[in-house]
C-alpha cells in the first residue's frame, strides 16, 4: 500500500514537473511569430489587415501602433480570439492620424500578462488615389473590334483597359503617359462598361468608365454536319491528341478536340500575347493574304452536328483565306516571331509580336521560313498554307492579336481605321 502511494506521489510530482517545464519552455523559449506583417508595408487609403499570430504561446492581448516622429498613433489593440491564431482588422490611416509619408508600424504582443514581444515593419502610407488624365479614347468600339487609350498619370502606377470581363495592360511610353490597346470579346454585352483602372505602388485604385459605346457586331451561325468526314478527319483527330485514343468513337475524339484542345489552345495564346515589346515594331495598314478568296469570317457561332444531332459547338475567331494550294504568306506587318510550332487544332502556327501587345497568327501552315526571334519585315515569307491542325482544306487561318485575345482582323486591314482610331494612341 505503502508503494501504491509512493507512486502516485511520483506520477503527481512528474506531472507538475512536465506541466511548469512546458509552460516555461512556452514564455522562454517558444517566441511567437507574426505571419502577415509584409501587409503593413504599403498602406493604403484603406486596407484589410490579417496577421497570423504562430505559434500562440500564451498570447492573449495584440496591440498595433505606428510612429512617425515624435507621434504614437493606436492602429489597433485587442484580444487573440480563443482557439483562433489570427487578428483581423480595417487600417484606415487618414482616420487613424496617420500623415502620408514614411512611419513605422510596431506589432506588439503580451503574453502571460507579463511578457512581450514587438516586431517594426518600415512602412508608407499613400491616402492619394492616383489621378488619370485621358487624352485619348475611341468614341465607339465594335464587339470584337480593337481601340486604344492613350492616359497621363499623377504618379506611376499600373494602369490597365477592363471591359468584358478581360484586362488589357499598358504600357509607359514616358513622361507618366501610359497606352493600351485592347480588345471588346465577342460575347460583350452593348450595355457593359469599358473602364480605365490604374493602381499605385500601395494598392490605391481609380476607376474611370471611358463612355465608349461597344456597338453590336452581327456574326453568322453555321451548321456543319460531320458524317461523311471520318475518313479524313480521324487521322487528324488523333494526330492532334496524340497517344492511344483507339477506345473513343468519332464523336467523341472531334468533342474532346473541338473543346479541350481548343481552350487549351487559346490558353496558350493568351501566355504569348501577354508577352510583347514595350515598343511600336509596325507600320500602316496589315495586310491580306494576296489573291484570297474569304471562306470564313471572325466571329462566326459553329454548330456541328453529325446525323442531323449537335455533338459540339465553337467560334471561329479569325478568318480563312483561300488562295492556291500551298501559298506563299507574308508577314502582315513587321516584328519579331515570338511562336513558331505546332498549335493543336491550329496546326504549324507562327506568331508574330508588333509591340504594345498587338500580334498576328498564321495558322494551318506546311511549314515555316523562320523561327522564333527573327525580326521579319512586312510582306516577308513566313510560310506556306496547307491542312494541318483542324483544317477541312488548305486555307490560311489569320488572327490579330490584342493582349493574347484574338480581335477581327478586318479593321487592321483598313488604312482609314488605322489613322483614325489607333494612331491617335501613339500621338504626342
Known amino acids: 500500500m505503502q508503494g501504491i502511494k509512493k507512486l502516485i506521489r511520483t506520477v503527481v510530482f512528474l506531472a507538475l514537473v512536465g506541466i511548469v517545464g512546458f509552460t516555461l519552455y512556452n514564455l522562454f523559449f517558444l517566441k511567437p511569430k507574426v505571419e502577415g506583417l509584409s501587409s503593413l508595408e504599403k498602406l493604403p487609403k484603406k486596407k484589410e489587415i490579417s496577421l497570423i499570430i504562430s505559434p500562440r504561446a500564451y498570447v492573449d492581448k495584440v496591440r498595433v501602433y505606428a510612429l512617425q516622429g515624435s507621434r504614437e498613433v493606436l492602429l489597433f489593440e485587442g484580444s487573440l480570439p480563443k482557439r483562433v491564431n489570427e487578428v ?9 492620424g496617420l500623415k502620408d509619408g514614411d512611419a513605422k508600424i510596431i506589432v506588439e504582443l503580451r ?42 498619370l499623377s504618379e506611376p502606377a499600373d494602369l490597365f483597359v ?15 503617359v501610359r497606352i493600351a490597346l485592347f480588345g471588346v470579346p465577342v460575347d460583350t454585352s452593348t450595355r457593359d462598361v469599358v473602364k480605365v483602372v490604374a493602381i499605385d505602388e500601395v494598392g490605391n485604385r481609380t476607376v474611370i468608365p471611358l463612355g465608349t459605346g461597344i ?20 487521322p487528324k483527330l488523333k494526330t492532334i491528341l496524340g497517344g492511344d485514343n483507339e477506345e473513343l468513337s468519332f464523336v467523341e475524339l472531334f468533342k474532346k478536340v473541338n473543346e479541350e484542345v481548343r481552350r487549351e489552345n ?8 501577354s508577352k510583347s515589346a514595350g515598343q511600336r515594331l509596325w507600320r500602316g495598314r496589315f495586310l491580306q493574304l494576296r489573291n484570297s478568296k474569304v471562306i470564313s469570317r471572325y466571329g462566326e457561332k459553329r454548330t456541328y452536328t453529325y446525323g442531323g444531332r449537335v455533338v459540339s459547338r465553337s467560334r ?60 521579319v519585315r512586312k510582306g ?33 486591314w483598313d488604312r482609314k481605321w488605322i489613322r483614325t482610331r489607333i494612331e491617335p494612341v501613339f500621338s504626342d
Open 88 to 96: 483581423r482588422f480595417t487600417l484606415e490611416p487618414r482616420k487613424a
Open 111 to 152: 503574453r502571460f500578462y507579463l511578457l512581450k514581444d514587438s516586431f517594426e515593419v518600415s512602412a508608407k502610407v499613400d491616402t492619394q488615389p492616383p489621378r488619370v488624365q485621358l487624352l485619348y479614347a475611341p468614341y465607339v468600339i465594335l464587339q470584337g473590334g480593337s481601340g486604344g487609350i492613350r492616359a497621363k
Open 162 to 176: 477592363e471591359v468584358g470581363g478581360r484586362r488589357f495592360r499598358s504600357y509607359d511610353v514616358g513622361n507618366g
Open 215 to 234: 456597338k453590336r457586331n452581327h456574326f453568322k451561325s453555321m451548321r456543319i454536319e460531320l458524317r461523311g468526314k471520318e475518313r479524313i478527319m480521324i
Open 266 to 273: 487559346e490558353k496558350k495564346i493568351a501566355q504569348i500575347g
Open 316 to 375: 471561329h475567331m479569325g478568318y480563312d483565306l483561300a488562295s492556291v494550294k500551298n501559298a506563299k504568306v507574308p508577314a502582315a506587318n513587321s516584328g519579331v516571331v515570338v511562336f513558331a510550332g505546332d498549335l493543336g487544332i491550329y496546326g504549324n502556327t507562327v506568331i508574330i509580336d508588333h509591340g504594345y501587345g498587338l500580334m498576328s497568327l498564321y495558322a494551318h501552315l506546311a511549314d515555316f521560313r523562320v523561327k522564333v526571334g527573327d525580326k
Open 380 to 412: 516577308q515569307v513566313i510560310g506556306y498554307t496547307d491542312t494541318t491542325g483542324l483544317a477541312f482544306g488548305d486555307h490560311l487561318h489569320f488572327g490579330v492579336l490584342v493582349g493574347g485575345y484574338e480581335v477581327t482582323p478586318l479593321e487592321w
